[in-house]
């Protein structure tokens, strides 16, 4: 009889999980609203249940009898998929780890409180949070909704007359109606760290550069692996990564850090996701460049069947997206 494996999220972000996990002989469960749902045309058994039902979902599990749980490259699903882990005796981070993984403004106090370089931040609730941050932080300014991934709800603010547009659009955008105000890194690369943990032992898979529209919004347009940073930028970018991961209680499955170089070699962690990174980065590219299957990878930590990773290859693979920014691409 196949082991069952269930994955929350059921959009196109889920599907190579899914076929992954078929590959490989698991009969799989996918819970995920309607709408977008690609994969109940692929999986075992689609659930039409919302990814926020946690307690409805533990119990479908049960029923099932599924043999893990896992999810990639999206945030919201990262709590459910803790609460039904930790209901059921299965591998996976704990829920204070998914929560302070998926809200900024808590994984910003637990990363400077573990010593991890941040920029300077304040929780914004309203206009009148932001401006009275404004004592202590200085233009030019970024805010985020404390818990939306990509560039939802992302904007660079240069001066006070931007504040008020800027902050309303982000709280619109957040489901707790909370965001990050945070002093903006400027002419600075931005990288992310791939990686995958195990019982708390952290392994780097891949160091990502990235390329993005740039002001206001840093919607991003390509990735690039492996970086062409200096090799001490690398090092000290995976130091602070190794503490930012320990600081979350990141203890299984994959992990997405998003980091910021300054030209004079500071290294800022802006965040780090609690799971495997979007945009073609983990599914596709870390197996390209390094030659690791990183869904498999994922499946396995899910099911108490990890092997630390090998990365026999060395190459460069890379993705960019159309848009108005890259129609020189061909």
């Not at 249940?49 to 999810?71: D, F, M, P, W, Y």
């Not at 829920?95 to 998926?102: G, K, L, M, Q, V």
């Not at 603010?157 to 002093?183: D, G, I, P, T, Y």
């Not at 002419?187 to 995958?196: K, L, P, V």
């Amino acid at each position: 009889m196949p082991r069952n494996l269930a994955i929350i999220g059921a959009s196109y972000l889920q599907l190579p999980l899914v076929l992954k996990a078929k590959e490989l002989g698991l009969r799989t469960l996918c819970f995920a609203w309607e709408d977008g749902a690609v994969c109940k045309d692929y999986a075992d058994n689609y659930y039409p249940v919302s990814v926020l039902e946690k307690e409805n979902i533990a119990e479908i599990c049960r029923h099932e009898q599924i043999s893990g749980i896992t999810t990639i490259a999206t945030d919201i699903a990262v709590p459910t998929f803790a609460y039904v882990a930790q209901q059921l005796g299965l591998i996976g981070n704990s829920e204070h780890s998914a929560y302070i993984s998926t809200n900024k403004y808590a994984m910003r106090e637990a990363l400077v409180a573990a010593g991890v370089s941040c920029p300077r931040f304040f929780r914004v609730r309203s206009i009148q949070d932001a401006q009275q941050a404004l004592s202590d932080l200085h233009f030019p300014l970024i805010i985020k909704p404390c818990d939306r991934s990509g560039s939802m709800g992302v904007c660079k603010l240069n001066n006070q007359a931007e504040l008020e547009q800027a902050v309303s659009e982000a709280l619109a955008c957040s489901f707790c109606k909370e965001a990050v105000l945070e002093e903006f890194i400027e002419d600075a690369r931005e990288i992310s760290i791939e990686g995958i943990s195990f019982a708390g032992t952290h392994y780097v898979l891949a160091v990502t550069d990235k390329v993005t529209t740039g002001p206001p919004h840093y919607v991003e347009l390509g990735h690039h692996q492996p970086s062409d940073l200096p090799q001490r930028l690398i090092d000290e970018a995976i130091r602070q990564v190794k503490l930012g991961v320990k600081a979350l209680d990141i203890q299984y499955g994959a992990s997405h850090p998003e980091l910021m170089i300054t030209p004079d070699g500071r290294v800022y962690i802006t965040e780090i996701g609690a799971r495997m990174g979007g945009d073609f980065i983990g599914f596709d590219l870390v197996q390209l460049s390094t030659g690791y299957d990183f869904l498999r990878g994922v499946i396995e930590v899910a099911l108490n069947q990890f092997k630390p990773p090998q990365c026999p290859l060395n190459k460069c693979a890379g993705v960019w997206f159309y848009a108005p920014e890259t129609k020189w691409v061909k």
